[in-house]
């Protein structure tokens, strides 16, 4: 079964290493790496979603701010006064 989920990918050409890579910081990535931080590290529910969610900020929060702000769509001082305000 696993290997035809990988052939299925590659015919649509995906790179058959990016798979793995790509799941483990997807929505179903933060489910797996939960779980093992709770189960095999012995976590806190709490500690394993605090941890999963500092691991997908920066593939996805930190770049998609990135690119709105090369495209100019971004309110530096806006955003920083904003934040002052979460303190």
Sequence with gaps: ???????????????????????????????LITHTLVFLFKFSQQQAQGTTLALLIPPIGLLAALTYYQQGFVNLKAALLICLGFV
């Design 1 to 31: 079964m696993q290997g035809n989920l990988h052939a299925r990918i590659s015919q649509r050409g995906a790179k058959r290493d990016s798979f793995p890579r790509l799941y483990l910081i997807s929505i179903g990535g933060g489910v």
